[in-house]
């Protein structure tokens, strides 16, 4: 009798999902990206890794994948999914206003890059189809790793996103290309079939166009009416794949499709309900992909082959960073964005290897020769995450470079100003309010791209790390109006308020506090006032839903007023201080503020 243990699909399901489970948490608690986790995950449990050992040892089948074919279906879905919520960002608005991005840049991009590195596969022997067809298919970048780390709202990712798409819909003018320069195929054969695949496709994505305008709305108000999740997403995935189905039935991509069925979606009021539940399909069938393109390398011919290996990968990601960089300077683009972007799109793509299928079918290369760039293309996509890591520190730098901020360590800093110390979420709102009332202020930040994009805004700020004494030097806080600490660093900010009230009794000290045990910790290190977050965003927040269920406000108000003097107390008994501390600031004044005392006791 047959189990499900007998089927190789099943047990295949098994490890696929039981990596996910791991690998996911595992590298988030370190803050490292999934992909490279599953990418790992498909070389170990791969043909090439421990699965070239199941037929010695039976056991090991439960624990490998074997047939990298039968789950690439659910790779590719993976990656329509992915398309399908690029689609479900943009708009036809936003898509038109990037037609020059995308036509231009992306357009250009391709092209330089694949004739340079079709070139140069020339000169080391390649016959010209080949070399071209190399280039062409290595000029790609990955849409599936690009995008996710990136976003599609960022100047790069904005960058990025024009650059994608445009080699999206050229992949299927490339694969027709190598066909017509087949030895086997007369090259007018190919041309007219290109032609037809482009009005036929054209007069199909023409009438999803009409049909989803027309039809969407109504189909998806049906299906919110039942108040059915299961048929919410049904309904959306049945979308998703006939849209997809229909450019693929015409012989244009199946992603084009995907696509478009986003943009139609992103147009009705439903698409965020359509994007929340079909997120975690994607996120999976992109891990499968991921696995997959880990299953293609082989550590024993990476060893073998590592020197040649290792300077294709390096020439490759050299010339698509310095041509797409240079490319994105030309059309406009700050230095630190042009820079992050070219070489955050520099390694290969999932579709590199489609071309390179396409092209050794077509002769134009040998099989061994497409062997050899496929590990290429793996081990690329394998380090972009490294490459994005790289080019963001390297954009920074430029940028801070280019504004001279890594110099103002050692500017002298005005009197008479109010400090500002942390320049997050919470730091940029007090400077707002500051410069609403005319207030003179200064803030400091450690992150050095919050301070890039602060300085860009207008902000008065400067890069710092107020844990060394010699900024705290620097900032001459005897000469200040005020000290206002806003980073969520606790100890950090009790060793602040330390050090400062020791040097200068009389500044005022305004503090945020993580919680009410943090404040009592601030006031006895002598902050002027502790201000916990949690409690006043619980007193607001109660304050809100109090008003809407139609309670007075003036009961309200005392019952807010009321609660906040309890915790009053409470500090003052966690803290043990002589005197109630202030849980709210009323106004920032040069007065002298005495900080709360302690009892003799202590």
């Given at each position: 009798m047959?189990?499900p243990?007998?089927?190789p699909?099943?047990?295949d399901?098994?490890?696929i999902?039981?990596?996910a489970g791991?690998?996911?948490?595992?590298f988030?608690r370190?803050?490292?990206?999934?992909i490279?986790?599953f990418?790992?995950?498909?070389v170990?449990?791969?043909p090439?890794?421990?699965?070239?050992?199941?037929?010695?040892?039976?056991?090991?089948?439960?624990f490998?994948?074997?047939d990298?074919?039968a789950?690439e279906?659910f790779?590719e879905?993976?990656i329509?999914?992915?398309?399908?919520?690029?689609?479900?960002?943009?708009?036809f608005?936003r898509?038109?206003?990037m037609?020059?991005?995308?036509f231009?840049?992306?357009?250009?991009?391709?092209t330089?890059s694949?004739l340079?590195?079709g070139f140069?596969l020339?000169l080391?022997?390649?016959?010209p189809a080949g070399?071209?067809g190399?280039g062409l298919?290595?000029?790609?970048?990955?849409?599936?790793?690009?995008?996710?780390m990136?976003?599609t709202?960022?100047p790069v990712?904005?960058?990025?996103l024009?650059?994608?798409?445009?080699e999206?819909?050229?992949i299927?003018?490339?694969?027709f290309?190598l066909?017509a320069l087949a030895?086997?195929?007369?090259s007018?054969s190919?041309?007219e079939e290109?032609?037809?695949?482009?009005?036929?496709?054209?007069a199909v994505?023409?009438?999803m166009?009409?049909?989803?305008r027309?039809?969407?709305?109504?189909?998806?108000?049906?299906?919110a009416?039942?108040?059915?999740p299961e048929?919410?997403?049904?309904?959306s995935l049945l979308?998703?794949?006939?849209a997809?189905l229909?450019t693929a039935a015409t012989?244009?991509?199946?992603?084009?499709?995907?696509l478009?069925a986003?943009?139609?979606?992103?147009e009705t009021?439903?698409h965020?309900?359509?994007?929340?539940?079909?997120?975690p399909?994607?996120g999976?069938?992109?891990?499968v992909?991921?696995i997959?393109v880990g299953m293609?390398?082989?550590?024993r011919?990476?060893?073998?082959?590592?020197?040649?290996?290792?300077t294709?990968?390096?020439?490759?990601?050299l010339?698509?960073?310095v041509?797409t960089?240079?490319l994105?300077?030309?059309?406009?683009?700050?230095?630190?964005t042009?820079?992050?972007?070219?070489v955050?799109?520099s390694?290969?793509?999932?579709?590199?290897l489609?071309?390179?299928?396409a092209a050794a079918?077509?002769q134009?290369?040998?099989a061994?020769?497409a062997a050899?760039w496929q590990i290429v293309?793996a081990?690329g996509?394998t380090?972009?995450p490294?490459l994005?890591?790289?080019?963001h520190?390297?954009a920074?730098?430029?940028?801070?470079r280019?504004?001279n901020?890594?110099?103002?360590d050692?500017?002298v800093?005005?009197?008479?100003k109010?400090i500002?110390?942390?320049f997050g979420?919470v730091?940029?709102?007090?400077a707002?309010?500051?410069?609403?009332?005319n207030?003179n202020?200064?803030a400091?930040?450690s992150n050095?791209?919050v301070?890039?994009?602060a300085?860009?805004?207008?902000?008065?700020i400067?890069?710092?790390?107020?844990?060394r004494?010699?900024?705290l030097?620097?900032?001459r806080l005897g000469?200040?109006k005020?000290?206002?600490?806003?980073?969520?660093e606790?100890?950090?900010?009790?060793?602040?308020v330390?050090?400062v009230?020791?040097?200068v009794?009389?500044l005022?000290?305004?503090?945020?506090?993580r919680?009410?045990?943090?404040?009592a910790?601030?006031?006895?290190a002598g902050?002027?006032?502790?201000?916990?977050e949690?409690l006043?965003?619980s007193?607001?927040?109660?304050?809100?839903?109090l008003v809407?269920?139609?309670?007075?406000?003036?009961?309200?108000?005392?019952?807010i007023h009321e609660?906040?003097d309890?915790?009053?107390h409470?500090?003052?008994?966690?803290?043990?201080?002589?005197?109630e501390p202030?849980?709210?600031?009323?106004?920032?004044?040069?007065?002298?503020?005495?900080?709360p005392k302690l009892?003799?006791?202590?």
């Open positions: 047959s189990t243990l007998d089927n699909a099943f047990i399901a098994i490890v999902l039981g990596a791991i690998i996911i948490p595992a988030a370190f803050r490292i990206t999934p490279i986790g990418i790992l995950v498909g170990l449990l791969g090439s890794g421990l699965g070239a050992l199941s037929g010695q040892y039976d056991w090991l089948r439960f490998t994948i074997n990298r074919e789950i279906p790779a879905f993976g329509i999914l992915l398309l399908f919520s690029i689609g479900l960002e943009l708009s608005k898509l038109w206003s037609r020059q991005l995308v231009g840049v992306g357009a250009a991009e391709l330089i694949g340079i590195i140069v020339y080391i022997g390649q016959n070399a071209l190399l298919a290595l000029a790609l970048s990955s849409t599936a790793l690009v995008l996710p990136s976003g709202k960022s990712g904005r960058a990025a024009a650059m994608l798409l445009f999206d819909v050229a299927v003018p490339i694969i290309l066909g030895p086997s195929y007369a007018g190919s041309w290109l032609v037809q695949t482009l009005v036929v496709g054209g994505i023409i009438g166009l009409v049909l989803g027309l039809l969407l709305p109504r189909i998806f108000a049906q299906a009416r039942t108040k059915s048929l919410f997403l049904s309904v979308v998703i794949i006939l997809s229909a012989g244009l991509s199946p992603i084009v499709g995907a478009l986003g943009l139609l979606i992103a009021e439903y965020g309900e359509v994007e929340v539940i079909t997120a399909f994607k999976l069938a992109l891990g992909f991921l997959t293609q390398i082989d550590i011919v990476i060893l073998e082959n590592w020197a040649s290996l290792i294709a990968v390096v020439g490759v990601v010339v698509k960073a041509v960089g240079g994105l300077r030309f059309a406009g683009a700050r230095p630190g042009a820079t992050e972007a070219g955050l799109m390694s290969p793509s999932e579709t590199t489609i071309v390179l299928a079918q077509a134009l290369i040998q061994q020769t050899f293309t081990i996509l380090i972009t490294l994005a890591r790289f080019g520190d390297m920074r730098r430029i940028e801070l280019g504004e901020i890594a110099a103002t050692d500017q800093i005005d009197a008479e109010t500002i110390i942390g979420r730091g940029r709102l007090v707002d309010m500051m410069k609403a009332h207030q202020y200064l400091i930040e050095i791209d301070v890039a994009d300085r860009r805004d207008g902000y008065p400067i890069f710092g790390n107020v844990a004494n010699e900024m030097d620097r900032l000469h200040a005020a000290l206002v600490l806003t980073m969520d606790p100890v950090l900010s009790v060793q602040v330390k050090k009230r020791a040097w009794p009389d005022p000290i305004i503090v945020r506090a919680d009410t045990e943090h404040a910790e601030l006031y006895q902050a002027t006032n502790a201000v916990p949690a006043e965003g007193l607001q927040l109660s304050e809100a839903i809407e269920n139609g309670v007075a406000m003036g009961p309200v108000i005392a019952s609660k906040r309890q915790i009053r409470q500090i003052q008994k966690d803290g043990d201080l002589e005197i202030k849980l709210k600031s009323s106004a920032l004044d040069t007065s002298p503020v005495t900080p009892n003799p006791q202590e």
